[in-house]
């Protein structure tokens, strides 16, 4: 665990939602789950400090590009540090509430996947609503949603249909890695 992650989550637990970084298995698994055999844009929602980032930029390729939306301004700058040189990432300080408003401005009309870690069972009925909202709006026919969760909540979401399940055990606490598309019931 970094300084920074113990940091960050002593001043916010809530908004970091995990009490340490995800274990590298999880991390690389989530990872495969994005297919980079042709150029894809990837959005990643509340990287933190960045262990899923860097897994799925070893992996992508030289056209791909990787857009991250981070709410914490300390993890924002460590991103931007983290990335500086490279020109398919792209670090954004802003709320994932704003996601469909914040592709417009990166010149993406849909994704080809959302990443995303945010513990949605631990925040509050009428905001997890509004973010699922927001995520569905951004996402295309053919995107897909990949999420890390301790539940399987999302995957009975209205808004998203269940594409795949893994589950990992080797991570504290172990997590499901779920793969959703969006649902004819997903607001446009």
Same mark, same amino acid.
Do not use: W
């Given at each position: 665990?970094?300084?920074?992650?113990?940091?960050?989550?002593? /001043?916010?637990? =809530? #908004?970091?939602? +995990? !009490?340490?970084?995800?274990?590298?298995?999880? *991390?690389?698994? *989530?990872?495969?789950?994005?297919?980079?055999?042709?150029?894809?844009?990837?959005?990643?929602?509340? %990287?933190?400090?960045?262990?899923?980032?860097?897994?799925? !930029?070893? #992996?992508?390729?030289?056209?791909? #590009?990787? =857009? @991250? =939306?981070?709410?914490?301004?300390?993890?924002?700058?460590?991103?931007?540090?983290?990335?500086?040189?490279?020109?398919?990432?792209?670090?954004?300080?802003?709320? /994932?509430?704003? @996601?469909?408003? *914040?592709?417009?401005?990166?010149?993406?009309? /849909?994704?080809?996947?959302?990443?995303?870690?945010?513990?949605? *069972?631990?925040?509050? !009925?009428?905001?997890?609503?509004?973010?699922? /909202?927001?995520?569905?709006?951004?996402?295309? %026919?053919?995107?897909?949603?990949?999420?890390?969760?301790?539940?399987?909540?999302?995957?009975?979401?209205? +808004?998203?249909?269940?594409?795949?399940?893994?589950?990992?055990?080797?991570?504290? %606490? %172990?997590?499901?890695?779920?793969?959703?598309?969006?649902?004819?019931?997903?607001? !446009?």
């Amino acid at each position: 665990m970094s300084l920074l992650f113990f940091k960050r989550v002593l /001043a916010n637990p =809530i #908004r970091v939602g +995990y !009490v340490v970084p995800s274990s590298p298995i999880l *991390t690389r698994k *989530t990872a495969r789950c994005i297919d980079f055999s042709k150029p894809r844009v990837v959005v990643e929602l509340g %990287p933190g400090e960045g262990c899923h980032t860097r897994q799925i !930029v070893r #992996r992508m390729n030289l056209d791909s #590009r990787l =857009i @991250l =939306i981070e709410l914490d301004a300390h993890f924002a700058d460590h991103l931007r540090e983290q990335f500086v040189g490279d020109e398919r990432v792209s670090v954004v300080h802003g709320d /994932a509430l704003d @996601l469909p408003e *914040t592709l417009v401005e990166h010149n993406c009309v /849909a994704p080809d996947y959302i990443v995303s870690g945010i513990p949605f *069972t631990i925040m509050g !009925v009428d905001l997890r609503e509004q973010l699922l /909202a927001s995520i569905a709006r951004a996402m295309g %026919p053919e995107s897909v949603f990949i999420t890390y969760q301790f539940s399987m909540q999302l995957a009975e979401h209205d +808004y998203f249909d269940l594409k795949q399940r893994q589950h990992c055990l080797f991570n504290v %606490p %172990p997590l499901n890695v779920i793969q959703l598309g969006k649902s004819g019931l997903a607001p !446009v």
